[in-house]
T-cell receptor, first 114, second 113 residues
Framework: KAGVTQTPRYLIKTRGQQVTLSCSPI?????VSWYQQTPGQGLQFLFEYFSETQRNKGNFPGRFSGRQFSNSRSEMNVSTLELGDSALYLC?????????????FGPGTRLTVL | AQSVTQPDIHITVSEGASLELRCNYS??????LFWYVQSPGQGLQLLLKYFSGDTLVQGIKGVEAEFQRSQSSFNLRKPSVHWSDAAEYFC???????????FGAGTILRVKS
């Protein structure tokens, strides 16, 4: 079974631009979560989607948004990019939005904001 | 709020030596606990998890972890380290509200030959 895939793997943007990252979960998984990983703040939860509905949101500004499609694929969007948004963005999928279900992580998208 | 502390930012171990990575958590109820490993350029891979029951949990890659409620700890151990174990290790606690994971800062493991 294919793992979680994220596209693109690397991205370079300039301040003020917006960016969209994509995540395809493992087949059959209906929950997709997004995390931001930076050297200073570590791994921080952004949001989780389950059956096209946002179930929970982390403590990030409204510039960070996401959505999930009927096939469970998810996208996250960051508008008006800032230098501090440079990070590795990780997507994780699981069967349902419960802690007993193992989260499987993708390789991440490395975003660099210049 | 839940929190996880990994006191050691870096650990260096000789190949063949034993390993223990420390993790302390803060959580009011019985926690859901996890250990993940991240190799350079890779995503996170689950090593093991604890929800309830036997406090000694076996995982993949020859690791185990022991849940000690009295010490609020969930330390990861491996009897003999291989050079391929060099990576960053993350301990996480599951937050029941929102079902999200709260991660520690991570411990970078270096293996010297």
């Amino acid at each position: 079974k294919a793992g979680v895939t994220q596209t693109p793997r690397y991205l370079i943007k300039t301040r003020g631009q917006q960016v969209t990252l994509s995540c395809s979960p493992i087949s059959g998984h209906r929950s997709v979560s997004w995390y931001q990983q930076t050297p200073g703040q570590g791994l921080q939860f952004l949001f989780e989607y389950f059956s096209e509905t946002q179930r929970n949101k982390g403590n990030f500004p409204g510039r960070f948004s996401g959505r999930q499609f009927s096939n469970s694929r998810s996208e996250m969007n960051v508008s008006t990019l800032e230098l501090g948004d440079s990070a590795l963005y990780l997507c994780a999928s699981r069967l349902a939005a419960t802690l007993v279900d193992t989260q499987y992580f993708g390789p991440g998208t490395r975003l660099t904001v210049l | 709020a839940q929190s996880v502390t990994q006191p050691d930012i870096h650990i260096t171990v000789s190949e063949g030596a034993s390993l223990e990575l420390r993790c302390n958590y803060s959580y009011g109820a019985t926690p859901y606990l996890f250990w993940y490993v991240q190799s350079p350029g890779q995503g996170l891979q689950l090593l093991l998890k604890y929800f309830s029951g036997d406090t000694l949990v076996q995982g993949i890659k020859g690791v185990e972890a022991e849940f000690q409620r009295s010490q609020s700890s969930f330390n990861l151990r491996k009897p003999s380290v291989h050079w391929s174990d060099a990576a960053e290790y993350f301990c996480a606690v599951g937050a029941e509200y929102g079902n999200k994971l709260v991660f520690g800062a991570g411990t970078i493991l270096r293996v010297k030959s």
